[in-house]
């Protein structure tokens, strides 16, 4: 049993798994995290919405703690980060955003919890000698997953292109203004350009989500590795003592990756729409900076989170 819990390499246990065929573990993950979120927002949604005349004052007021938290966070994307930079056009994607952040977010969570451990633990406790999960595992920390997910946000970034400036448009921001002459070297880049964006959100919130997850299966695995090592258990148990503890600020450090790639992901993808964006109205007043100004700063400061 002590040989089907170690593993000598930590990764096995944040890489996908089949379940049965072709379904594997971060399929069954996806699907649990759809679910959680959909029924959480519905809920919030239920919560937050006006209640019956009979309740007074109070019917305003939204009720449960869940949903007041899910309120905040909706409300500080929405005046913070998507219609500062989409103004307009916010209203359009704002669906399409947070549908994006809240799925993100439920999977990164998701994952924070050891599913797949304790149906391995359970498992090995009842006799059986394969470990076996039906769910579990972090999805995000797949790179199909966080492709597909990036795939939306190139398409929803190209139909804003499309529908914004026109094909002429479309085809006169991929030159940047350049002269004729230039056209040979700024085409190439300004293509790979359109490609990279995604493809950056893709591998950010893959690399980061295995990282961190990779690095707490490192930590726990430190008492089981001194057990096969020494065969002491004091030893043994001294040392996971010592993982455990260590172990403890790097979850709520975990937590707070969850929440911010999340953002970072949702965020970019409003700043790549809102490249592709032609403002009407470009006046503004001198103490002000430009939406352009604002969303390069913002990506050159989240580019390297």
Not at 31 to 56: C, R
Not at 129 to 147: P, Y
Not at 259 to 274: C, E, H, K, N, P
Request: charged residues 10%; aromatic residues 10%.
């Amino acid at each position: 049993m002590i040989e089907l819990l170690a593993s000598a390499n930590p990764v096995e246990h944040v890489m996908d798994k089949p379940v049965i065929s072709w379904v594997t573990l971060h399929m069954t993950s996806l699907l649990a995290a759809a679910i959680i979120a959909m029924v959480m927002l519905l809920w919030a949604a239920k919560s937050i919405s006006t209640g019956t005349e009979s309740l007074g004052i109070p019917r305003y007021l939204t009720r449960g703690r869940l949903p007041q938290l899910i309120e905040v966070i909706t409300l500080y994307l929405l005046e913070n980060a998507i219609r500062p930079i989409l103004r307009e056009d916010a209203d359009r994607y704002t669906p399409f955003l947070l549908s994006l952040f809240f799925f993100i977010l439920s999977c990164n969570l998701f994952g924070l919890v050891p599913f797949g451990d304790l149906q391995h633990t359970a498992g090995l406790l009842m006799g059986s000698e394969d470990k076996w999960a039906l769910f579990g595992g972090t999805a995000t920390a797949n790179l199909a997953v966080t492709g597909g997910l990036a795939l939306f946000s190139f398409i929803a970034i190209q139909y804003q292109g499309f529908r914004s400036l026109g094909i002429k448009g479309w085809l006169g921001h991929l030159t940047g203004g350049a002269p004729l002459y230039l056209l040979p070297i700024m085409l190439p880049v300004e293509l790979l350009g359109l490609v990279i964006k995604p493809v950056a959100l893709s591998i950010r919130l893959f690399a980061n989500m295995l990282a961190g997850h990779t690095l707490m299966a490192v930590l726990a695995s430190f008492g089981m590795m001194a057990w096969l090592g020494t065969e002491n258990y004091f030893m043994a148990g001294s040392i996971e003592l010592v993982s455990i503890i260590a172990a403890i600020p790097i979850s709520f450090l975990e937590l707070f990756v969850a929440f911010l790639q999340a953002f970072i992901f949702m965020f970019l993808t409003s700043v790549f729409i809102g490249q592709m964006t032609h403002f009407h109205d470009e006046a503004h007043d001198d103490d002000h900076e430009s939406p352009v100004t604002t969303m390069e700063k913002a990506s050159t400061n989240l580019a390297t989170a």
